[in-house]
């Protein structure tokens, strides 16, 4: 069983930057690929990047391409999601995601991974 804890979140300007975390409670955190999803309100849970168990290939939504960068330090056990040029759009409720996956990155739909954190809320203000 793993568990996810993130933080990082707040309310941040329209333009500004946060960095979210996600740390893994596993020791083998390098068996499994890992995202991040957000949901806003009334909306369905929206994908947002993904990263492979070495985090040497990442894949990114539409909405955040150019804009968010997601990395991983294994050796912490923990994920990033670097957010830059922040949106009023980008308000949500993010989650960090792990499926054990040993090649390859994970995809696009939140129903092939196994673990899910509680989520940090990030707001954006215009």
């Known amino acids: 069983q793993v568990q996810l804890v993130e933080s990082g979140g707040g309310l941040v300007q329209a333009g500004g930057s946060l960095r979210l975390s996600c740390a893994a409670s596993t020791q083998t955190f390098d068996d499994y690929a890992t995202a991040w999803f957000r949901q806003a309100p009334r909306n369905a849970r929206e994908f947002v990047a993904a990263t492979s168990w070495s985090g040497a290939v990442t894949h990114y939504g539409d909405s955040v391409k150019g804009r968010f960068t997601i990395s991983r330090d294994n050796a912490k056990n923990t994920m990033y999601l670097q957010m830059d040029n922040l949106k009023p759009t980008d308000t949500a409720v993010y989650y960090c995601?792990?499926?054990?996956?040993?090649?390859?990155?994970?995809?696009?739909?939140?129903?092939?991974?196994?673990?899910w954190g509680q989520g940090t809320q990030v707001t954006v203000s215009s």
């Open positions: 995601a792990a499926v054990r996956l040993l090649r390859g990155v994970a995809g696009t739909n939140e129903d092939e991974y196994d673990y």
